[in-house]
Nanobody, 123 residues
Framework: QVQLVESGGGLVQPGGSLRLSCAAS????????IAWFRQAPGKEREGVSC????????YYTDSVKGRFTISRDLAKNTAYLQMNSLNPEDTAVYYC????????????????WGQGTQVTVSS
């Protein structure tokens, strides 16, 4: 059974950090592009970051460049999103997604999704 399970969300003050995890089961994470998306209330789902299966190339949306880092541990079949210097605009439900075809900007292209984890940045 294919499954993605996110964890690590929570409430953090502006300027703080969180690390999200995305544990994969039922497939080998290293053969898939793993992306993080986020969706704030009343807004479209937005691609945040992606790591390519072939060479581990990473991609970030402009608003998180220099603050967020995507990574993966193939031995643990888990991907991560390290988020630093968080601000209230980062508040959203964060989802990880997997695609066999590579990093794609369109959320509809992704094969598998996790259930999401809430990140709230507030003082």
């Amino acid at each position: 059974q294919v499954q993605l399970v996110e964890s690590g969300g929570g409430l953090v003050q502006p300027g703080g950090s969180l690390r999200l995890s995305c544990a994969a089961s039922g497939f080998t994470l290293g053969y898939y592009a793993i992306a993080w998306f986020r969706q704030a209330p009343g807004k479209e789902r937005e691609g945040v970051s992606c790591i390519s299966p072939s060479d581990g190339s990473t991609y970030y949306t402009d608003s998180v460049k220099g603050r967020f880092t995507i990574s993966r541990d193939l031995a643990k079949n888990t991907a991560y999103l390290q988020m630093n210097s968080l601000n209230p605009e980062d508040t959203a439900v964060y989802y990880c997604a997997a695609d066999a075809g590579g990093c794609l900007p369109n959320a509809r292209e992704y094969d598998y999704w996790g259930q999401g984890t809430q990140v709230t940045v507030s003082s």
